[in-house]
């Protein structure tokens, strides 16, 4: 086969075509990879990047030279709509990742809608788009990743996430309401990010497990939301990647529902039994990010290796890597997947 480009590559693979390999990528937003290894080498540093589009265009393309992940993912951070909605946010360090500080509202029953098209437009949103357009114009043969946080997270980082869960089961009606106008939110905030030029869209939701919300709970609200923005990323002619944290078995059963282009899952789940059960689903991950922390890097590359022979579509860290993660380790996973290093 003809070599591809990692953006082709990306691609294709999301597309269910052949390649002539897996890519190697991390998608940014809860899977940000802008260790303090890289930042303290460049001068690209966080919390700066958080709100300047020329740093964060800088930062990423810097993350990606140095990793040699075959993408640029941005932003590098789960906060961004949850402080456009209101919540307090502290906005971390350089080896802190921001957090929410306060949800800005009690109950469903409180939150306030806006006009989504209006907030898609305003604050930290208008940091990643514009350093969206940069980098694409930048590194046109690279997949341009923007990450965005997932409806069951977002709405559980405006809303008291007690109180959140609560209404799940004791105020669907209000639940919904909250679901479908963060969920209508995170739409405009992509298609944005896909005029000004990404590749694809990132939706991380750890917020949305199964062993939190259950089965029933899961299809019901995680499910449904999931797939009303894949479905408004598609009619665009996008693709979706979708990352949900935890152990899957509860509802494993749920997945083939999921109308994303490949789902990135964590370390506990065993991707090649998921892939065995359920062959029409890309799969994507699954490297523990404690091994990339702690491990020293022949075993990552051994651990790597496994992940390729099996035929895991696309290779990834499992979820966020730790700031303190060294650049060695990062290189043994990519160098692994590029070089075919044995």
């Known amino acids: 086969m003809q070599s591809l480009s990692p953006k082709d590559r990306l691609l294709r693979v999301l597309r269910k075509e052949p390649v002539d390999r897996a890519p190697v990528i991390c998608t940014g937003g809860m899977m940000n990879s802008a260790i303090v290894e890289i930042m303290q080498r460049t001068g690209n540093t966080l919390p700066e990047a958080h709100f300047d589009a020329q740093r964060m265009a800088a930062l990423a393309r810097d993350v990606q030279s140095f990793t040699g992940f075959e993408n640029v993912g941005v932003p590098f951070c789960m906060t961004i709509e949850a402080e456009l909605l209101g919540s307090e946010i502290n906005h971390g360090t350089l080896a802190c990742e921001p957090k929410i500080a306060r949800e800005v509202f009690p109950t469903v029953r409180d939150v306030t809608f806006g006009n989504v098209e209006l907030l898609a437009r305003s604050g930290r949103m208008n940091v990643v788009v514009d350093a969206a ?105 996008y693709p979706l990647i979708l990352h949900i944290c935890g152990d899957m078995k509860r509802v494993s059963h749920c997945l083939p529902l999921l109308r994303c282009d490949a789902l990135s899952t964590d ?62 380790s990062i290189r043994a996973m990519t160098d692994t997947v590029t070089r075919g290093e044995k």
């Open 133 to 237: 357009r940069l980098i694409s114009t930048e590194n046109p043969d690279l997949p341009v990743v923007a990450s965005l946080t997932g409806p069951i997270s977002t709405a559980a980082s405006i809303v008291d996430p007690l109180s959140f869960y609560k209404a799940l089961r004791k105020d669907p009606e209000g639940a919904h309401q909250v679901l479908d106008y963060v969920t209508r939110l995170l739409s405009a905030f992509a298609k944005r990010l896909l005029e000004q030029g990404a590749t694809a869209i990132a939706v991380g939701d750890p917020s949305a497990t199964g062993e939190i919300l259950g089965p029933a709970m899961f299809e019901k609200f995680a499910v449904r939301y999931i797939n009303q923005l894949a479905d408004d990323v598609h009619a665009l002619g």
């Open 267 to 328: 370390a506990m789940v065993n991707l090649v039994a998921l892939k065995n059960e359920y062959p029409q689903i890309t799969t994507m991950g699954n490297l523990s990010t404690y091994a990339l922390e702690w491990n020293d890097p022949e075993k990552i590359a051994a651990v790597t290796r496994n992940l390729v022979a099996s035929g895991i579509n696309i290779i990834s860290p499992a979820c966020g890597l730790s700031t303190s993660t060294r650049l060695q």
